[in-house]
């Protein structure tokens, strides 16, 4: 298939619901075979059958160490590499701290977190290896947030664990920029997703005005651009608002 990606292999992490499954759409629309990773299976085969690259279907929780690696390593059997890593899935609860469960704390931790790191972890080996092929480069993109710059509402637990994926990113930027690996950061405003969607109950002043939420392509379009620019360029860090998002 002819597309600026073709050729590649992507990794997309939440890929069943929300940023990560339009993200695996629109690098397969460029040419990418895409591997799709999530827990909920039945959605990551219903994106696959819709999809015109080859693409294969993984069930994974980013929380389970041994699996994040049994899977990469098998993505790389399938497809021989790993070009793009959208290190994507993610968990947020946004309750005040009084009223908030620990299990969920531990969880956006883990998910958000250790989840992201395991999933590097295991990635940079082969993203180290394909780096040395045709296309020079290879890229992760990890999805924090606006969460990761500031702290606004109820979200104290979220934007800590957001705040750690910005300070990991530009970590493995600094380092692996010798490998000509590009790290680099996605950080979106409010998206409608099933995670603002479940939030909604905890934060009634999630507003429905068109222009003060974004949609799952406006962050996918950030992420292929990101992507495709010549192996010279890194793009490092992409904030992106909804047009009357204030904070
Ligand atoms: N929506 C927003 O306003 C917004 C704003 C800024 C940043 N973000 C970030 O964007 C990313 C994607 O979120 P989204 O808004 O697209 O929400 P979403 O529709 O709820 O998608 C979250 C994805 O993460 C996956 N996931 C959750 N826990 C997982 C686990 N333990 N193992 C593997 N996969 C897991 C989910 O798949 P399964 O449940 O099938 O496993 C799902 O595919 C997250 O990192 C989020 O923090 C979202």
Known sequence: MAGRLAGTTAVVTGASSGIGAVTA?????????????ARRIDRLEELAARLDTPTSVHQLDVTDER???????????????????VNNAGVGSMVPVTEADFAD???????????????????????????KGPRGVSDMIIVSSVAGRKVVGPNAVYAA???AVGAFTEGLRQQLVGQHVRAGLVE???????????????????????LRVLLPEDIADAIVYA???PARV?????????????R
């Open 105 to 131: 704390w531990r969880a956006m931790v883990e998910v958000n977190v250790l989840g992201v790191m395991a999933v590097a972890h295991a990635a940079v080996p082969h993203l180290i290896a394909a780096a």
């Open 161 to 163: 664990t957001k705040h």
């Open 188 to 210: 979106p405003g409010l998206v409608h997703t099933e995670l603002t969607e479940a939030s909604d109950r905890s934060t009634p002043d999630v507003p429905d005005n068109e």
């Open 67 to 85: 699996a994040v690696r049994d899977v990469l390593d098998a993505v790389v059997d399938e497809r021989g590499g790993i070009d793009v890593l």
């Open 234 to 246: 890194a793009v490092n860090e992409i904030l992106i608002r909804p047009l009357e998002q204030e």
């Open 227 to 229: 992507v495709t620019r």
């Open 25 to 37: 759409e629109a690098l397969a629309a460029e040419g990418a075979a895409v591997a799709l990773l």
